[in-house]
């Protein structure tokens, strides 16, 4: 028999990401943590980055989800310690972002001590989600979201966004 915890999780664990609804906030990796105390889901989620315009939608996604398989008090902390990393998207979740036609992200760069500052493009190795080939060129840093870089193939010529790794 599932106990209480295990089903709100589930539940939470199904809940989409508003900006990239082929992912589940469990696939991004920013559902942290689920659990009940008394009568209350505590449902505890990580930013992608700060000032992300998703953070609202995805608490009320999620209390709403919860409220609906009949669990009465939700509360959504944002929990911002570790902060959130590319890498927390699982293998499932990248090949959804492949099979949507977006790039994933590879490895995030991991760094002690200061960050330098560039002003220029990130250099990264894409792939085209498409066709496969790494003959990629960066349109803009900037594509349909923030958290995403747009791309041109070079073999199949379709632009494409690139999940950035953060």
Do not use: Q
Not at 47 to 61: E, F, H, K, L, V
Not at 87 to 103: K, P, Q, V
């Amino acid at each position: 028999m599932v106990n209480v915890r295990e089903r709100a999780a589930a539940v939470a664990a199904e809940v989409r990401d508003p900006e990239m609804p082929m992912l589940t906030l469990a696939d991004l990796g920013v559902l942290r943590d689920v659990r009940v105390d008394g009568d209350v889901v505590v449902a505890s989620i990580t930013p992608t980055y700060s000032g992300c315009p998703a953070m609202a939608t995805m608490r009320d996604d999620l209390v709403h989800r919860l409220t609906d398989a009949g669990f009465p008090r939700v509360v959504v902390r944002v929990v911002l310690e570790p902060a959130w990393s590319s890498d927390w998207i699982t293998e499932s979740g990248r090949a959804a972002l492949r099979e949507a036609g977006l790039s994933p992200p590879g490895p995030a760069a991991h760094r002690t001590g200061p960050v330098p500052l560039t002003l220029g493009p990130s250099r990264r190795e894409v792939r085209c989600p498409r066709c496969g080939s790494a003959r990629t060129r960066i349109v803009s840093e900037f594509g349909s979201t923030a958290c995403k870089a747009l791309y041109r193939c070079g073999d199949c010529l379709e632009p494409f966004d690139h999940v950035k790794e953060i």
